[in-house]
């Protein structure tokens, strides 16, 4: 994917925060966090390639068909909602469909991976993803928002954690959710995951140069996210907010 095209002539203007990482790593967690804080909108980057992943599933499209699926991405008939419950993420509906628990199974984020490594999926979720940059200002949650989608993002943060740790965190979530999952298989998909994310030719798992790295296996979220505050009100006192 071309990284200039992608991030330029888009509100260029308006404030981004990258958080990439792996899965597990408390991304979405902390994203929403800082949102609440900062009254920037959500761009979940992943629940887009879980939606393709789900559409192709629909679809009986092979999760390799690369011009297929990149058509399924373009045309993503997709909407977030305003949750009911109030404090809970968007509601996610595709083709009118609420799926926002569909698409957080642990085949989910497998079958996304398939599909996240293919170079035209990727282009066609890039430019749709480069749309979420509105005011005040963008929280971007994924694996390639500080390497190829923003570039040009005033924060980078990349966490980590170990794959034990992450793996218990998915665990917990999923339970929590009623959705039937073993430690051990979760730990094993994360494994396989990472390694599908880290590896790939297009927009590989990694952190960007410019990428302030969080290892988060023995913190709170609320410790790395007083972390994040630190040094966003570093960036904001330096003017980086006010340069982009
Ligand atoms: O973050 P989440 O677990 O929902 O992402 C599901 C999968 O989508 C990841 O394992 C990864 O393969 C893919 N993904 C990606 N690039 C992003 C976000 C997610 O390749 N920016």
Aim: some cysteine; proline content about 4%.
């Amino acid at each position: 994917m071309n990284a200039e095209k992608t991030d330029s002539g888009n509100n260029h203007d308006v404030p981004v925060i990258a958080i990439d990482g792996p899965s597990g790593s408390g991304k979405g967690a902390i994203t929403e966090r800082l949102a609440g804080m900062t009254g920037f909108h959500i761009l979940d980057s992943g629940a887009l390639y879980r939606l393709v992943g789900y559409a192709a599933r629909l679809d009986s499209v092979a999760l390799d068909a690369e011009t297929s699926l990149a058509r399924l991405a373009r045309d993503l008939d997709v909407a977030f909602l305003p949750n009911s419950e109030a404090g809970q993420p968007l509601s996610i509906c595709l083709r009118g469909e609420d799926v926002t628990w569909a698409i957080r199974t642990d085949q989910a984020g497998v079958d996304a991976s398939k599909v996240a490594r293919l170079e035209a999926v990727r282009q066609a979720l890039g430019e749709l993803q480069v749309r979420f940059r509105k005011p005040p200002g963008l929280i971007a949650d994924g694996r390639d928002m500080g390497t190829v989608v923003f570039p040009s993002a005033n924060l980078k943060i990349f966490l980590t954690a170990s794959v034990e740790a992450r793996a218990e965190r998915r665990y917990k979530q999923l339970k929590d959710k009623d959705i039937d999952v073993s430690l051990p298989a979760l730990l094993e998909s994360i494994q396989e995951r990472d390694a599908r994310d880290t590896e790939r030719a297009v927009a590989p798992l990694k952190p960007a140069a410019d990428a302030i790295v969080i290892d988060s296996t023995s913190l709170s979220i609320e410790e790395v996210v007083t972390q994040i505050v630190t040094r966003l009100k570093k960036e904001i006192d330096t003017g980086v907010f006010q340069q982009n």
